[in-house]
């Protein structure tokens, strides 16, 4: 038998990722893009109920405080969205809220001046207003770091071996967020589950006027088949002598969004109060802001692919990070009670649907912003069960880590080296978060707990969170070990060109700033 050719067992390494039916600065119809942007802001609207329903109840917050909330983060991740998409990296990324703030924000509302105020309702205004001032300080490192160019800098040091743990700890790192919540109400997320996959890839060659329509809306399509049929399981009385857990997490009725929302209320800066100021709040919520630049920057580089455009250069990159803390110092104005970081859900939707376009997220954060103001309608949309929203966490977190995967074709994985510092650097960047999460269930604080407040926020918030474990072992180890003789192993030459604007033509078509303003802002 004659011995297969080397073509035909090999892929070659390719810059762009094929098989997009639009990418970043091509659009679908209007009618379709309006119908994208509308199942971004759903998809979107699963983290922006799901932090202030954990949060505002903690602080002695009403369920007319958690809609607010609620109300005010849509708004905000509508207008940050628009800045990044316009002004910042300009791909098509959403821009919502992020996990990476729970470990700061918690340690403010237990607080000993805070806890110890008896009214409820002013506790929660006092703890709002800390968190505001802490938020409004830690902005400023994004600031800093992402217009004077030192994130760009930082990357120098950022290779595609470096970055593969990183990209894909993104979406591996939120498993948590995935099946354990699928499972709190098995009769709606493995349906839902199911469905979304059957849909989306089993029978995405079903056209309707030669338009792959259950490929394109299978998360919309999926999820309101089986957010109805939770309704109906709601209105039957299925859940009337269940567990008050399983009715949390079953019931369309039971988060209180709807009775509780205006029908018009238009969020606006210090509506909570004057912010206050602490320094220990504001060094441990710096922590978060770096842990959300270390993530938004892994997911700028999976939704660049996602996209079908090259890898974001380094100029562009700092830019966007510093839109980045422009959009955390409005979180901190206008009280959303977590700051700002790429939606890694919103990421994965670009590769399910096969769409990149910029222009599909833009609609999307019209959606945000309008029905932020008409409280009943939004709050409609985001009655959805949890279970439902994790399900298609479950696709699309996947979808995202093997788009950091992807970035090994671009290196040499015959390479003990490279062996050592991916399995080391993946294994570390899932490890150490999950003995934080364990420890701190059972001691109910973190590993790091000195007298110090302020530096046990920082340690805890830096190794909670996996994409940040990775990138300090991967770039460590990438940078020490054997670094002067194994450029090509580590993919610096494919690299090399996309480290700066100028270094590939096609970077002028995808990052260049809108409005002409690359003459008063000339990239590097």
Request: with cysteine; aromatic share 12%; proline share 6%.
């Amino acid at each position: 038998m004659e011995a297969p050719k080397t073509e035909e067992i090999s892929h070659l390494p390719m810059d762009q990722l094929q098989g997009l039916e639009y990418c970043i600065d091509s659009n679908p119809s209007w009618v379709e893009s309006i119908a994208l942007g509308f199942q971004h802001y759903i998809l979107a609207l699963g983290t922006a109920v799901m932090i202030p329903s954990f949060l505002v109840p903690l602080m002695g917050g009403s369920d007319d405080d958690k809609v607010r909330v609620v109300q005010t983060l849509l708004f905000v991740e509508g207008i940050n969205t628009l800045l990044q998409t316009l002004f910042g990296t300009r791909l098509p990324t959403v821009m919502g809220g992020s996990y990476a703030f729970m470990v700061p924000i918690i340690s403010i509302i237990h607080d000993s001046k805070l806890a110890r105020i008896e009214d409820s309702h002013l506790r929660f205004l006092s703890t709002m207003r800390a968190v505001q001032g802490a938020m409004i300080v830690a902005s400023s490192i994004q600031i800093i770091l992402g217009f004077s160019q030192a994130w760009a800098i930082c990357s120098r040091f950022f290779s595609p071996l470096g970055m593969v743990p990183v990209i894909a700890l993104v979406g591996f790192g939120l498993f948590d967020r995935g099946f354990p919540v699928v499972g709190h109400c098995v009769e709606i997320g493995i349906p839902m589950l199911v469905m979304f996959v059957v849909l989306s890839q089993y029978l995405k060659k079903f056209q309707t006027r030669q338009l792959p329509i259950l490929e394109r809306f299978a998360l919309l399509v999926s999820a309101t088949v089986i957010w109805s049929y939770a309704h109906l399981l709601t209105a039957s009385g299925a859940y009337k002598h269940r567990p008050e857990l399983t009715q949390h997490n079953c019931r369309t009725d039971k988060a209180n969004l709807i009775s509780s929302a205006p029908w018009i209320k238009i969020p606006y800066p210090l509506e909570w109060g004057a912010p206050t100021f602490d320094a220990g709040h504001a060094f441990g919520m710096m922590a978060a802001v770096l842990v959300s630049l270390i993530e938004s920057t892994g997911a700028y580089k999976a939704a660049s692919r996602l996209a079908s455009a090259t890898p974001p250069p380094a100029h562009v990159l700092s830019r966007g990070v510093g839109w980045q803390g422009i959009g955390i110092l409005l979180n901190g104005l206008f009280g959303t009670l977590t700051g700002s970081t790429v939606s890694v859900e919103n990421v994965g939707l670009l590769g399910s649907t096969r769409v990149g376009s910029r222009r599909v997220v833009q609609i999307s954060a019209g959606f945000m912003i309008f029905f932020s103001m008409l409280g009943k309608f939004g709050a409609l949309f985001a009655s959805i069960p949890f279970p439902i929203f994790a399900a298609a966490y479950c696709v699309l977190f996947g979808l995202v880590a093997s788009v950091g995967l992807s970035f090994l074709q671009f290196t040499n994985m015959n390479s003990m080296r490279n062996l050592f510092i991916t399995g080391v650097a993946f294994f570390l960047g899932l490890s150490i978060p999950e003995y934080f999460r364990e420890y701190t269930s059972k001691a109910l604080h973190g590993p790091t707990h000195t007298r110090a407040g302020w530096f046990n926020d920082f340690l805890n918030t830096i190794f909670f969170s996996s994409p940040t474990v990775a990138l300090i072992v991967a770039v460590f180890l990438d940078n020490t070990l054997d670094y002067k003789d194994s450029a090509k192993d580590r993919g610096m030459p494919w690299w090399a060109k996309f480290r700066t604007f100028k270094g590939d033509s096609r970077n002028e078509e995808f990052y260049t700033l809108p409005f002409n303003l690359n003459r008063y802002f000339p990239p590097s």
